[in-house]
């Protein structure tokens, strides 16, 4: 089966950097639909970022100029490089693909949590200020 393994959480302080990796393993991430979502108490699901079939990458307004969604796909791996964190950039990140129903396109921007069926664990980030 399809599994998705987040790493790459920590606590860090305002300013610094984080990058999370996501490996995906029994699914080829190659033209996946593939995204990151974070939640943090009190607060709704966030779709931060997606990338799509050819690659194009979206940001949400909340990380854009901050994050960077790419792939390794030699490593088939998603990654979100994330720099000048702050402290409402803490939550639990999570990556997820939309495996099933196939369809030719993906979901579009901002991902949302129905449209995405296979989830990893999740990756604490804590930022302190």
């Known amino acids: 089966q399809v599994q998705l393994v987040e790493s790459g959480g920590g606590s860090v302080q305002s300013g610094g950097s984080l990058r999370l990796s996501c490996a995906a393993s029994a699914y080829d991430i190659r033209g996946a639909c593939m995204a990151w979502f974070r939640r943090n108490p009190g607060k709704s699901t966030e779709g931060v970022a997606s990338?799509?079939?050819?690659?194009?990458?979206s940001l949400a307004d909340s990380v854009k100029g901050r994050s960077t969604i790419s792939q390794d796909i030699a490593k088939n791996t998603l990654y979100l490089q994330m720099n000048s964190l702050k402290s409402e950039d803490t939550a639990i990140y999570y990556c997820?693909?939309?495996?099933?129903?196939?369809?030719?396109?993906?979901?579009?921007?901002?991902?949302?949590?129905?449209?995405?069926?296979?989830w990893g664990q999740g990756t604490q980030v804590t930022v302190s200020s």
């Open positions: 997820a693909v939309k495996a099933s129903p196939y369809q030719a396109w993906c979901p579009r921007f901002p991902p949302e949590e129905g449209d995405y069926d296979v």
């Open positions: 990338i799509d079939r050819s690659g194009t990458a």
